[in-house]
C-alpha cells in the first residue's frame, strides 16, 4: 500500500488590506466611517426630524385665513409670525421651485452636482494623509483649494448657474412674503418652540452643526 503525501500548507494568514488610499483623479474606496458618510447620515436625520415638524398644508393654503393686511406694519406682523409658524413649510416652498428650476435647465443642474461633489471629494472630506494626485501630478491642499475657489467663481458667473439659483430663490422669497403678508395668523397656535426658532433657516442649524463637526478633523488639519 502506497503512502499518501501530503503537500504542507502554509497556516499564514494573509496580509490585511491596506486602510489608505490615494486619489488618482478616480474613484477610490472609501471606508465605512468617513466624515463623508457621517456627514450625510447626520444631514438625513437633521432634515428627517425638521420636516416631521412642518404644518399640515391644508392649514397653510386656508383661504378663509386671507385677508388683506391694513398697512405696512401689520403685513410685517404678519410675515414674521407666519415664518416663525410656517417655516418648514416656506424651505419646502422656496426649495420646491429651487428644484423646479434646476431640473428645467439641466446642464446647471449637473454642473451644480458636478461642482458639489468635486468639494465634497477632494477637498472637504477627502483624508489628510491622502495626497491629491491626477496625471502624474501632486496637488497640496492650497492649490486644491485654489483650483476650486476658481472653478467656483467660473461656474457662478460664467455660467448660468448663478442666475438660475438667484432667480429661483427669489421667486420662492417671493411667494414665502406673499403669502405670509396675506395669511392672517390670528387663529395660529405658536409655543415656545416656534417662537425659540424664529428664523426661516433655523432648522438647517442641526445641519449646519452636523456638517461642522465631519469636516471639523480634516479641516482643522489642512488649516
Not at 499518501?4 to 483623479?25: A, E, W
Not at 432648522?203 to 489642512?222: D, F, N
Amino acid at each position: 500500500m502506497s503512502n499518501s503525501h501530503h503537500l504542507p500548507t502554509s497556516s499564514k494568514p494573509p496580509p490585511p488590506p491596506s486602510s489608505s488610499s490615494t486619489f488618482h483623479g478616480g474613484a477610490a474606496e472609501i471606508p465605512i466611517d468617513t466624515p463623508l458618510r457621517i456627514f450625510i447620515t447626520r444631514l438625513t436625520d437633521s432634515l428627517r426630524h425638521a420636516f416631521s415638524r412642518r404644518r399640515p398644508w391644508p392649514e397653510v393654503i386656508d383661504r378663509a385665513a386671507f385677508t388683506r393686511p391694513t398697512s405696512l406694519s401689520d403685513a410685517t406682523t404678519r410675515l414674521r409670525k407666519n415664518i416663525s409658524y410656517f417655516k418648514v413649510n416656506y424651505f419646502i416652498t422656496i426649495a420646491s421651485v429651487l428644484a423646479f428650476s434646476l431640473i428645467s435647465h439641466p446642464f446647471s443642474l449637473f454642473t451644480l452636482l458636478l461642482l458639489i461633489a468635486a468639494w465634497l471629494l477632494l477637498y472637504l472630506f477627502r483624508p489628510s494623509d491622502q495626497p491629491l494626485i491626477i496625471l502624474n501630478r501632486t496637488f497640496s491642499d492650497r492649490e486644491t483649494l485654489g483650483v476650486l475657489i476658481l472653478s467656483t467663481i467660473c461656474v457662478v458667473f460664467l455660467t448660468n448657474v448663478g442666475s438660475v439659483l438667484m432667480s429661483s430663490v427669489l421667486i420662492g422669497v417671493g411667494i414665502v412674503c406673499v403669502h405670509g403678508a396675506f395669511r392672517d395668523p390670528e387663529d395660529l397656535f405658536m409655543d415656545d418652540q416656534d417662537l425659540a426658532g424664529a428664523g426661516l433657516f433655523s432648522l438647517l442649524g442641526g445641519a449646519a452643526s452636523s456638517a461642522a463637526v465631519a469636516a471639523g478633523p480634516s479641516m482643522m488639519v489642512r488649516v
